[in-house]
């Protein structure tokens, strides 16, 4: 069990922090008062992380918020920026003593630097085998910890050896009266459990490889695991958007073809598609988000001197794209979810982009620029004889 002082943002962290900005900042508006929240918790992962670049714990930052204090409602410790680091696409060997420099101060002990790296290597290959978008995964981080302590062990076995000295202890004691198992118990704890998960990851793949096997090396039927069929699962919609606001294919020829009519970067395929894909995973129009990103940066031109910085975020979540500059996957996904929260509830009769309009943007007008430029790009895509 870890202990509070692992733990750095609580969800009672973030209701205090709420019940005090509403209390001070009490006229200004709830749309203000989600920014300053937003940003107090930032600043407070941001502290706790690894000492890389600043764009790089954004990232971090914007992760972690939304994985652990979003999706999962738990409080967030060191397991979980440790597994945010290796889900990072970088194994250079500055990026990895940065993160050895951060767990060795997190655990109090110094880390042999090359069974770091190596360990690092392969919780990355372990974490690339789970699925995209899979929630963070702190067993990496409590793995580690039994790891440091078994490499200490070993290092101070090594040199007891080279003493001529009996590694061995005597008359029942510990020679590390802190630690909870003696130097004869750990190395056999945890080859028992090395055992019991490569086992039971031997029984995985059986499971899953047999029906591809010809029929004389498949398990006998009666020692098959009778594997208990899923209940279908009813399909529940992501938002109340109306049917003209939900997802639709549309002609990406054309798309992209009003993207370059605008000078847009996001005509670029590499940037569209993400778009595309964000508003198919969340049930929106396609249009709808890119017409959020021309009413928010006028779809980012290529002559702005900060496109390449402004096409991370050119919804201009969390205020705007110069205090929260993540990727442009990330930012789709918290855009494409923030219309789907704020689409619920809405009263019958009321425009759904003006209801949603309430808590994205602080300008009241926001959804009369989002409607034109959505019915605009819906007339030139979908009408074929248009120019």
Known sequence: MRSESAV??????????QHYVTRKYA???SERHAEIVTDAMQRIVMKQLPAYAEEERLILTGQLLDEVVTRQQIPVGAEHVFAACLRRDDTASEWVDILRAWAESRLQRTLDPQRFSQYI????????????????QPEQWRLLEVETALW??????????????????????????????????????YALLCAIVLAASFIYGWIRLAPML?????????????LPQPAPVPQTRLNELPNELRYAAVD??????????????LAEAEYRDIILKAAEEFDIHPLLLFAITGQEQAFVPRSHKLAKKMINNPFNVFHSYEEYNTTLEDSARIASKTVNKWSKDRPEGTDAIKWVNRKYAEDPNWAKGVSSIFGAMKRYVEDSESE
């Not at 070993?154 to 630690?179: C, F, H, N, V």
């Open 152 to 189: 200490e062990e070993r290092a101070a076995q090594d040199a007891m050896a080279g003493e001529g000295l009996d590694a061995a202890p005597t008359s029942g004691k510990r020679i590390y009266p802190d630690k909870p198992w003696s130097l004869q118990e750990r190395p056999r704890l």
């Open 214 to 226: 010809p029929q004389e090396l498949q398990p006998p039927v009666a020692l098959r695991p009778a």
């Open 8 to 17: 750095f943002l609580t969800p009672a962290d973030v209701r205090n922090i």
């Open 27 to 29: 006229g200004l508006p």
């Open 121 to 136: 290597r392969q919780a990355k290959a372990q974490l690339s085998l789970t699925q995209d978008g899979a929630e963070l």
């Open 252 to 265: 990406v020829d054309r798309l992209t073809a009003y993207l370059e009519a605008k000078n847009s970067l």
